[in-house]
Structures are given as C-alpha cells and as structure tokens.
C-alpha cells in the first residue's frame, strides 16, 4: 500500500509523494472504498494474503488511529493468513514509545526504519531531518516494544565520502542487531533537487568504480558479520527476515497494490493506479476504480521478467520450459566464465560479482 | 512546334526552386493546394529531407499567356549533385532555356554558379529571377549586383517574385514564352530522341523519359535503342502531367515517355538515342556515354539470417536504379552479402537510405573503396575493388590507383585552406583560373581514393558552403598502396579492412580506431581495437570494460519499466553483428569512414 505523505522531500527521492497532509483524510476515505471494491474482483481461488507493507511515503506519519482503520478495513475486506507479514516503513523520529507500542499492539511484524545513515555528514548531506541518535533511538524502542523483525534503510555512495566511512556506518547500524538490512547506492534521478544539481554540475557523486568498491566491500563487511545479501541492495540476517513483501515483486508473485500509483500483478496482467492523489480520490469518489493503465503480458515479456528479476536475486531463476526458449547458452557460457552467475541443478543466479550486471545480464544471456 | 518550351530551373539548395516549380504546376491547373503533397517535384522522402533532386522529372504545363496565347511549357527538374552529373548533362542537352533562380535574402552561392556554366555549355538561354522578394530581409538590389558582378548576366531582365506567395509568377511563365527560342527539329525527319531518365513502374515495366529532337513517334512503332542496338514496340506515348497522360503522338520538340514492354531499367542507358527501327536516324545524338561505377562498398544483412530477403530487395531495388551494380560477395566476419558498385558516395548513401527505408532492410556497408590495378610478379594484372582480394604483398610487383581531375570553384578568399586541403588529399599539378572577378577555379589531379570519403563535405565546410566540386577521371598511376587491417578484441574484422597510401595509412589507422571507440558500446570486458599492417601494429584505442550497471531499487512499480528498457536494449542489440564476443552496432561500419564532426 503507498501511503503518498510525507514530511517534506528528501532531494533525492523520486517516488511519488506530496507534503500537503491536509488531504489524508480524503485519502483515507478513498483507500477504504478501493479495499472494498478491490476485494470484489479478486478472484475466489485467490488465497489468503502473507504480506502487507505499507510504504511511502512516510506511512508512520499516520495517526495510530488512521493505521488502525486501514488494517481493520484490510482485515475486513480480505483473508489475511495466520502468520501475515505486517510491515510498515517509518521515520526515525516518528518512532516514540506510544507509536512503537501502537504498532506492536495493531499486529505489525516488521518495521523499516529510514535511518538512510549513521555518519551525519551523510545524513545532512541527503537533508534529513535526523540525526543518528534518533534512528539508534527508534530501534531500541520499537526492540522494546517487542518488534521482532527491525530493518534499517542505509544510503551510501553520498559526498564521495572513503570505504571506511561506509564501513564505520554499517559497522554502527550492525551493533543495533538489525534483523534486515538495505543498502542502496545513491542514485541521481531525474525530477529530484539532485537531479537538478546533478545536471548543473553541482552534486558531488561517485565514479562507477568507486560505487563499485562501495558495493563488494559493504557486501563483504555484511557477510562477514552473518548476514545473507539475498538481493542487490538488501541483507536479512535469517532466511525468515527476508523481506517477504519484496520478494513477491523478485519472484514474480501476484501482489495487489493500494493507493496512488500503486503497482498490481496477478501472474498475467499488471495494471496501476493514478499518480497523484487528486486524480486517485476522484475516480474513487465518482465509484471507479483509479485504474491508470495496464498491461497484458506475453510469454516472451514474462519470462524476460522473470529472468530481470531473478538475475537481482540470490535464490536466481529456475531454467524451466518457460524460460527456457529465451535463453542464449553462449551468453550464459559466457557469463559462467566470468564469474557473474553460478549454475547448478537448472537454477542460474547471479554471484555477489553479478549483482554489480544485473541490469546487464539479461540482455547478456537472453535471445 | 513553336508553342512548346523546354526550360529547368538552376537553384540553390533552399532557394526556392521546389515552391516555383509548385506555382507553375498549380498555374497550369494540374493540381489545386490541397492535392499538394508539399512539394510534388521532389517526391522521395531522401530528395525532400536532403533538399536535392536525385532523379530528373520532368512535367507537362499548359498555359495561357497574359496575350492569350496557347503554350505548353515542359518543365525538366535536374539532379542537383556532382554523382549523377551525367544525368544532368543530359537533362540540360533537352531545354533550350533555363530560369536562374536566386534568393533574395541569401544572393548568389557556388552551386547556382556550378549549375549556370553547366547550362551555359549547352547554350541555353538563362532567365535570372530574383525569388523571396516577399521576406523582410530580402535585398534587391544586391541581388542584381551580384547576378551582374558574379554571374556576368544582364541583371535588367531579371524578373522578381514570391515564389511562396505566388506573386510576379505569371511574370516569370510569360517570360518563359518569350525568351526561351522555341524547339527546333523537324517532324519529318528520322526519330531522334534523347534518353534523360528512366524509371520502373510495377504494372507498366520501364518507362523511358525523352526529348524528341527530331520525327515523330507513336504507339505500334518499333523502336531501337541506339546504342544498345535494341528494339522494342511501343505500347504508349504520353507526357507526364504529375499523372501520365497518353498522347496519339510525340513529335519533335516534345518532351514525354515511351511505354514499350522494357523490363527494366538496365535495360535502356541514360543518353542513348531512340530512334525507329524501320526508318533509323544516319547517326544518334551526340553525347552518349556509358556511366561506370567508382566506388565500390559492400553491404551484408545485419542478421545472416536476412540475406534471401536482402537479395529480394536488391532486385527489386535495381529495377529503378541502372546506375547500381552489384554481385555476390562473403566475408568471414559478416557472413554473405554483396560486393556493390556506385556512382558516387551520394549515390552509395542514397542506395543505403532507401534500402532501409523503403526496403526495410537492417544492412552494414563495408568501407567504400575505388577500383585499384595490381601488377603482380607473374606480370599478371588484377583489378581489385573489394581488400579481401588484395593479394599477399610479397606477390606484388607494382600497384596503381585512378586519379581524376577535380574543377573547384570558389570565392577566391577561401583559396588557402582549399588549397591545404587538395594538397593533404595528395593533389598535384594545379592549375588556376579566374572565370569572373573574386571567383576562382582551382584543378588539381588527385587519387580518387582521396574525394571518395569526406571531401566534399570538407569542401563545404572549409568554404562556408561556398564551394563547388566536380571531377573527371583521368587515368591510372603508380601508387605505394597498403591493406591496412581492423583487429577487434584480437578478431581481424575483414569488413573493416581498407586498401590506402601507405603515407595515409596510420591516419586512417588512428580515425578508425577512434571512430570504434566511440561507437562499439561497453562491454563487460575490456575490448581493445588496433589497426595493423600486415603484423605491425600502427594504432590501437581501448574501450574499458563497465564497473557496474545495476540500479540500486527495484520494487513493484519499477518492474514495467525495467523491462521496456530491456526491450529497447534488447532490439538494439539485435542491430549489432557480433564479431566473436564483441557486439559492433551498424553504425561502427558507417562511421569509420564519415568525417568527424569534432574534425570538421
């Protein structure tokens, strides 16, 4: 569910977002009757639902009373199972003890603390709001309020700043026991402050190569420490605090996406809502549903996707029969003997190396 | 006979002369505005997008003068480019007269000046006309000095209009009527008509376009062809009115088509004389000469799998262009293709535009190369125009390359730098003449090697557009030629293999090199390219390999996304030939020999 609000805009983010929070309740109105008319059309074998993630956005901004209503609303409409993921992504000032025991007491599983770094020039660098102490703060609220699975949101790749600089930051989030950890580079897009600054020259940002040297030596660091890095940028501590919301898009699972802009997949077909709010509260105020767009898939598009997808992840794709006509065993060869992607029992899946290609590889080893 | 005038319009790129062409065709009732399909004249998309004229058309405009006298005036366009200067040639030898046209805001420039001497060989009577009088920035009166000063014509007679807006054009169509000499040439005599144009039509065959200089022609007559020593029986006569429109008769002093069950194209020759067979002309018209290629390149299937399809076009294709030659040709890195012969670069580029385009064909063109002799030890001779067969140096004994001689024309202030330029490009003997005042005509003799690549843009580009270039060939001589090689992650490219001076030969070897840098994408390795003699390596660049290409999230909005960009990615990379584990995109093959804009 993409809960569209947020405090501000970070500078370098591009997900859709606005800061006007006057419109949450119209918001909220509209979610409620979207859940109930989605609800409607899922199909009767659809099985119960393992995952709900509430992201942003800044969802934690939410009052607990309006978290409370768009689970009880969720829960209403929906089977949910027994052992659903609940996880919601917060920032680490919105994290009080009242908040923390909110959410423990709603049923969320899983918090995402946006902590982004624990090195504060990195942290006024991105224009946070926070410093360390608060996300170091938050996790050890949300620990005592007895949140089990806790992830922490890092950010490196910022001001050019040395490997040991990312290391000393890890090395802080890890002393925090996190069960989840996402590291993601820097990325200057388009249509953010950065992006603006970026193509005036103005932003400092990292060679490939030293991205590059970011990535193995945060990778290693984070091995090293008993964390599996099960996807590009994202290390869980057990198998069983994998992100199971993010691994439905890896896998290619169905998912049902809530709110503006927000993405659904039933195995064929994907279709998405209207960008912006307005637009979005509008078809549902006027009984529509806020379809924005959609599309069919082809076998040959699914299996590109699945291979795209699989190729970012540890546990890699299965060359079975719907894969299979798509691939160029030269490529795969090829990439075999470079150490990109590993190959046994029918399953290709990309080393730590090849996570650095993913982008790259499916063009390498498809058709 | 003597209501009939045979004229062309000379022009300047842009000048105008499409739009004037457009009023007359409209003046002549022939289609209203909105038939226009912009410019009708120039009907390839090529022609319209590089504003020139490849093909010359001709058409039929009725029209009644201010005195309310009956004309028929036959407009005849003219390919506006030094390859197919023989076709101009022939185009020229069918007026009698010729409208000057000049913009009024840009003046005189060098291919008006080219275009006059070339209708002033053939005694045609030239009417200047000052176009765009309409815009702001027109200036008259500097525009008649000029066509006085530079052109050497009466500038008193030059008529003004707004070819755009229509005004002065009935002006210019009197005029038409009363300075141009009406055709001479008897009915009576023996049929001699020239051959300036042919071109394919799928339900019709061949459909030869002719001014008839003497007799008379109609359908049921034998005809032959004379210096193929051919005969055919005419199915139609007719003169081309933007549609063909029959005519009982064609007779002397018309220009108009001759539908006769000719296959194609190749099948007639640009120049020959028509004549009948029961009752031939003593001699044909003078000025035939058979048009040979000069450049030679060699074009492959992007996919090998392509090649019958692209053998499909290439037929299809012929049948409209007699100038094109072409064979069956292999190369180990590209697989089969064919060895191609052309007329000239711009013939070669159009060749290759329209195949794609209108053919719909993904195709890679090797490096264009001339025909060079090759003397062997055994003192037998061979002509190579393809380096796959250049043989093994130690078996040569001498080589020789063709040398022409080129005629430029320039406003004098630009004649230093056009003179480096002929001198890098090995010129020798030149020679200067002044034809008017602050114009200059420079000959050189050069390797046709040199000009065959970049030089007329060069030209262009050294004089401001200014200059103007033409060429015969001359004859063989000696040369110190070289096979320079293209390696590719350590792979001989044979379809990048070039035969040159050797004094040229590191200069091409270097441009190569960083032209494939430039154009050969990243790879996940490092991908070195060298250029080699024999053994010796004499350039080499380096494409390093990528670090990283990974994007940092990928969440459920940015799945759609992420795939169309490999979609893209992916058809692109279809585009490209894979030279052992490097992909070569299409345009790697293109650019080594195109200059470089940063060289400009």
Redesign the interface.
């Known amino acids: 569910m993409h809960v569209p609000f947020c405090r501000g805009k970070c500078p370098y983010c591009a997900f859709y977002s606005i800061s006007s929070c006057s419109l949450i309740p119209r918001w909220l109105a509209a979610l409620k009757r979207e859940i109930k008319m989605s609800s409607r059309f899922l199909p009767e074998t659809c099985p119960a639902f393992d995952s709900i993630h509430l992201?942003g956005g800044t969802p934690s901004l939410l009052a607990g009373e309006y978290l409370a209503e768009i689970l009880d609303c969720l829960r209403s409409c929906f089977r949910i199972g027994d052992n659903c993921e609940t996880a919601i992504e917060a920032d680490p000032l919105d994290i009080t003890d009242e908040k923390a025991a909110f959410l423990k007491a709603a049923g969320f599983t899983r918090v995402v603390v946006g902590a982004q770094s624990f090195d504060e020039r990195v942290i006024s660098f991105l224009g946070r709001r926070h410093r360390a102490k608060d996300s170091i703060a938050a996790v050890n609220v949300l620990r005592d309020a007895g949140i089990e699975n806790i992830g922490l949101d890092l950010i490196y790749g910022a001001e050019g700043l040395p490997v040991s600089a990312w290391i000393s930051d890890l090395d802080e989030a890890v002393s925090l026991s996190p069960e989840h950890i996402s590291c993601?580079?820097?990325?200057v897009e388009d249509g953010t402050v950065f992006g603006r600054l970026a193509s005036k020259g103005r932003l400092k940002v990292s060679s490939?190569?030293a991205?590059?040297e970011l990535?193995l030596a945060g990778s290693r660091f984070l091995r090293d420490k008993g964390y599996i890095h099960y996807e590009?940028?994202n290390f869980a501590s057990a198998e069983r605090h994998m992100s199971g919301h993010?691994l439905k898009?890896?896998r290619r699972e169905p998912?049902l996406?809530l709110g503006p802009?927000?993405?659904?997949?039933d195995g064929g077909r994907?279709w998405?809502n209207k960008r912006t709010v307005r637009g979005y509260c509008e078809s549902l105020e006027a009984g529509d549903l806020p379809l924005q767009g959609m599309?069919h898939l082809t076998e040959e598009?699914s299996a590109?996707?699945m291979i795209?997808?699989g190729l970012?992840i540890r546990v890699g794709f299965k060359l079975d029969e719907v894969i299979l006509p798509w691939i160029d065993q030269q490529g795969v060869d090829?990439?075999l003997a470079?150490g990109?992607i590993s190959c046994a029992g029918r399953i290709i899946a990309p080393t730590v190396e090849g996570?650095?290609?993913?982008?790259?590889l499916?063009?390498?080893i498809?058709k | 006979m003597t209501q009939i005038r045979n004229f062309c319009i000379i022009a300047h790129i842009d000048h105008g002369k499409s739009t004037l062409a457009d009023r007359f065709i409209q003046k002549a009732g022939l289609a209203d505005e909105r038939t226009f399909r912009d410019q009708i004249l120039d009907n390839m998309d090529i022609e319209r997008e590089r504003g020139i004229t490849i093909k010359s058309q001709s058409v039929n405009l009725p029209y009644r003068s201010s005195k309310g006298e009956e004309f028929e005036l036959n407009l005849i366009d003219t390919p506006g480019h030094v390859d197919f200067s023989y076709e101009v040639s022939r185009a020229l030898a069918s007026c009698e007269g010729a409208l000057l046209l000049v913009d009024a805001t840009q003046g005189v420039e060098a291919q008006t000046l080219a275009n006059l001497y070339a209708a002033m060989e053939h005694n045609l009577t030239i009417i200047p006309v000052i176009n765009k009088i309409d815009l702001a920035s027109a200036d008259i009166d500097r525009t008649r000095e000029q066509i006085e000063i530079d052109l050497g014509l009466d500038s008193s007679s030059a008529l003004l209009c707004s070819a755009k807006e229509g005004t002065g054009v009935d002006a210019v169509m009197d005029a038409i009527t009363e300075m141009i000499p009406p055709p001479s040439g008897s009915p009576d005599e023996p049929l001699k008509a020239l051959i300036f144009d042919a071109h394919y039509d799928n339900f019709r065959g061949t459909i030869v376009t002719c001014r008839v200089f003497a007799g008379k022609l109609k359908a049921g007559d034998i005809i032959k062809l004379m210096a193929l020593g051919t005969t055919h029986k005419v199915e139609e006569v007719g003169v081309f009115r933007l549609k063909r429109d029959a005519r009982a008769v064609l007779s002397a002093g018309e220009v108009g088509y001759i539908i006769a069950g000719i296959k194609t194209v190749k099948d007639t020759r640009i120049g020959d004389t028509v004549t009948l067979a029961s009752n031939p002309a003593p001699e044909p018209l003078p000025g035939f000469m058979e048009v040979k290629p000069v450049v030679f390149s060699s074009i492959y299937p992007v996919s090998s799998d392509d090649y019958r399809s692209l053998a499909d076009a290439m037929e299809k294709y012929q049948l409209n262009d007699a100038a094109l030659t072409f064979q069956k040709d292999s190369s180990a890195a590209l697989g089969l293709g064919f060895r191609c012969g052309f007329l000239g670069l711009l013939h070669l580029e159009i060749f290759q535009e329209r195949l794609e385009r209108e053919f719909d064909q993904s195709i890679i063109m090797t490096v264009p190369t001339v025909m060079y002799k090759i003397v062997l030890n055994s003192g037998e001779t061979l002509h190579v125009d393809n380096p796959l067969y250049y043989p093994d140096p130690v078996n040569i004994k001498e080589s020789l390359e063709p040398f022409i001689r080129t005629r430029i024309l320039i406003p004098d202030k630009y004649m230093g730098a056009v003179m480096e330029l002929c001198l890098s490009r090995r010129g020798v003997n030149s020679r200067f003449s002044y034809p008017t005042p602050g114009r200059i005509e420079i000959q050189f003799e050069m390797p046709l090697s040199e000009v065959i690549y970049d030089f007329y843009d060069r030209l262009k580009s050294t004089t401001q557009g200014y200059g103007s270039f033409d060429y015969d060939i001359l004859d063989y001589r000696k040369s110190d030629l070289v096979k320079l090689d293209i390696l590719v992650n350590g792979e001989k490219v044979d379809a990048l293999s070039q035969i040159v001076h050797k004094d040229r030969a590191r200069e091409r070897a270097v441009h190569v090199c960083d032209r494939l840098k430039d154009e050969i994408p990243r790879h996940?390795?490092k991908v070195p390219i060298q250029g080699a003699l024999g053994g010796t390596i004499i350039a080499r660049s380096t494409i390093s390999p990528?670090?990283?290409?990974?994007?940092?999230?990928?969440?459920?909005?940015d799945?759609?996304r992420?795939?169309k960009l490999?979609?893209k990615?992916?058809k692109g990379?279809k585009k490209m030939k894979m030279i052992g584990?490097v992909s070569i995109p299409q345009s790697a093959f293109v650019a080594v020999f195109k200059t470089d804009e940063k060289e400009k």
């Not at chain 1, 996570?355 to 790259?360: E, I, S, V």
């Open positions: 992201g993601y580079c820097l990325t490939a190569e991205e590059r990535f590009v940028s993010n898009y890896w998912y996406g802009s927000a993405h659904s997949f994907r998405w599309e598009q590109l996707e795209a997808m970012r090829a990439m470079q990109l996570y650095l290609f993913a982008d790259r499916p063009l390498e498809t | 996940l390795f990528f670090r990283k290409d990974v994007t940092a999230k990928c969440y459920g909005g799945i759609t992420k795939r490999l979609e990615q992916k990379k584990s």
